[in-house]
């Protein structure tokens, strides 16, 4: 989607997002051995089952419980910017459309990524949530005051950070308050600072590049097909306005199904934990409350069962990038959907080095009412 065509856009989002106290209070006391007290998992509608080196595919959607072969769904792509979308139930394809092994840039659907990668560093205590960037030492271009690097890591996981100096990569909200207007912990804005410092904190303390990690932690173990790291960048404004760059993925429509049916089997694959399922918990319960119930926010998931709350989107969290890059997951009907829409690596490096303001022609694209269309195929 694009962030001014789109009938939902994150920008819209944090225009009306504030943080909710009590979430807050109840995340602060988050530890690495409270993950063995919820191990349980929130999913219980979710199968477990999961593709091997190639994914199956349902005979027709039919079979999937689909109450028609989902043609309709289809055609509401085909006047849409749409290159690949996966409908995933049980583990197994029950409908695809466009190229489903092409690989294009994520944009924001790249800090979800960041989200599992954290899970079990945090779980086995090399990631602290409650380190603040004066304990890390994280420090910038624009020099943080002291009530800035009282914002903690789990601050910026909500982007609730506090801190508004100039962000190093575009795509983040650009009416930021005047520096020092909130404290960490306060205040919602949707702030690539905060998610770009997030990866650094990540590669401080694991001594992992972001892109050996997500290599290591989830594209091996989950069976990627299409992943290389020598196609991933850090990417950040020319000349640079801070030290902290994106750290930009570059993945195919078909590996990101696997991630999101990864977090809704509650981490686990082939019967082993990739990502703790007390972190799939925790990092998409809600967080941020949104005023207009749209969307909640966790640990760098947005959640839509605040604006859709019938018992279907109870549990439900997507990945959200521009241009229309996501991952819908809704665990209560075992589901998966991935929507796609392909820009070329040359306007994507452009657009965050700065070079263009442009978005590709073809219009936004409102994921959530496709889901509905799918959704709406499983309860007719």
Not at 10 to 17: I, Y
Not at 110 to 135: E, H, P, Q
Request: charged share 20%; net charge neutral; proline share 5%.
């Amino acid at each position: 989607m694009t962030q001014d065509q789109s009938n939902f856009t994150r920008r819209d989002a944090v225009k009306t997002l504030a943080v909710g106290a009590a979430a807050l209070a109840a995340t602060n006391t988050l530890a690495p051995r409270a993950f063995a007290a919820a191990a349980a998992g929130p999913f219980p509608m979710a199968s477990g089952h999961n593709p091997g080196a190639h994914w199956e595919w349902w005979d027709k959607p039919q079979d999937a419980g689909f109450t028609n072969d989902l043609s309709k769904v289809i055609e509401t792509l085909y006047p849409l910017p749409t290159t690949s979308f996966m409908v995933i139930r049980g583990g197994k394809v029950a409908k695809s459309y466009g190229w489903l092994d092409q690989v294009s840039y994520l944009a924001s659907s790249r800090k979800s990524l960041m989200s599992m990668l954290y899970g079990k560093y945090v779980a086995n205590g090399t990631i602290k949530l409650k380190a603040t960037m004066a304990d890390l030492g994280i420090d910038d271009m624009t020099p943080l005051t002291a009530q800035e690097k009282e914002a903690t890591v789990q601050d910026l996981l909500m982007s609730s950070s506090g801190i508004y100096t100039p962000q190093g990569s575009p795509g983040g909200d650009q009416n930021t308050p005047k520096r020092g207007t909130y404290k960490h912990g306060e205040h919602f804005l949707y702030n690539n600072w905060d998610f770009n410092v997030a990866g650094a904190v990540f590669e401080k303390l694991t001594g992992k590049t972001i892109f050996q990690a997500l290599q290591d932690d989830l594209a091996t173990p989950l069976g990627f097909e299409d992943y290389d790291i020598k196609r991933q960048h850090m990417l950040g404004y020319v000349p640079a306005t801070s030290k902290f760059k994106a750290y930009h993925l570059f993945l195919s429509c078909r590996d990101m199904a696997r991630a999101g049916l990864c977090m809704m089997n509650n981490g686990k694959w082939n019967g082993k934990e990739v990502v703790p399922a007390a972190w799939v918990k925790e990092s998409t319960a809600t967080h941020v409350v949104e005023a207009n119930k749209e969307h909640g926010y966790g640990y760098l998931w947005w959640l839509p069962s605040h604006g859709r709350t019938t018992p279907e989107w109870e549990g439900s969290f997507q990945a959200d990038g521009n241009y229309g890059q996501y991952i819908v997951v809704l665990p209560k009907l075992d589901l998966v959907v991935t929507h796609r829409r392909a820009v070329t690596d040359e306007f994507a490096m452009a657009r965050n080095a700065g070079a263009t303001n442009a978005s590709p022609a073809g219009g936004g694209v409102d994921i959530l009412k496709i889901v509905d269309q799918v959704v709406a195929s499983l309860k007719a």
